[in-house]
Nanobody
Framework: VQLQASGGGLVQAGGSLRLSCAASGRRLRSSTMGWFRRAPGKEREFVAAIHWSGITPYADSVKGRFTISRDNAKNTVYLQMNSLKPEDTAVYYC????????????????????WGQGTQVTVSS
C-alpha cells in the first residue's frame, strides 16, 4: 500500500483546509486509516482515525473542528480542518492498516503499518 497526502498549505487563523490521502496498491475498504501530525520541536501526535466500521475518534485538541471521512470508491481518506489555529501548524501524515486493539490503541502511531510522506500545514496568526 502506498499513501499520497496532499492539500496542505498556508492559511490564516480561522481558515480551513482539506487534506487528502490517496491509497494505491490495495483497496482499503476494510482498513482503518488515520492522521497524525508533528509540529516543530514536538513529538508526533494523533489527530483522527476512521475505523473500517465507521467509528471516528479525534484528539481533544481538534474535536469539533476537524472531520475525518473516506471515499471507498476513490480509495481516499480526507481530513477537513476548520477554525484552524496557529497551534495546528505541523506536518500532517496519513496512515493505514491498523494492527491491534483499535478501541484502546487508536492513538498509538506504532500500531499503523503504512505511512504517507506528509503534507505541511501552516496557520498564521
Amino acid at each position: 500500500v502506498q499513501l499520497q497526502a496532499s492539500g496542505g498549505g498556508l492559511v490564516q487563523a480561522g481558515g480551513s483546509l482539506r487534506l487528502s490521502c490517496a491509497a494505491s496498491g490495495r483497496r482499503l475498504r476494510s482498513s482503518t486509516m488515520g492522521w497524525f501530525r508533528r509540529a516543530p520541536g514536538k513529538e508526533r501526535e494523533f489527530v483522527a482515525a476512521i475505523h473500517w466500521s465507521g467509528i471516528t475518534p479525534y484528539a481533544d485538541s481538534v474535536k469539533g473542528r476537524f472531520t475525518i471521512s473516506r471515499d471507498n470508491a476513490k480509495n481516499t481518506v480526507y481530513l477537513q480542518m476548520n477554525s484552524l489555529k496557529p497551534e495546528d501548524t505541523a506536518v500532517y501524515y496519513c496512515t493505514a492498516q491498523f494492527v491491534g486493539d483499535f478501541y484502546t490503541d487508536y492513538q498509538v502511531a506504532d500500531k499503523y503499518t503504512h505511512w504517507g510522506q506528509g503534507t505541511q500545514v501552516t496557520v498564521s496568526s
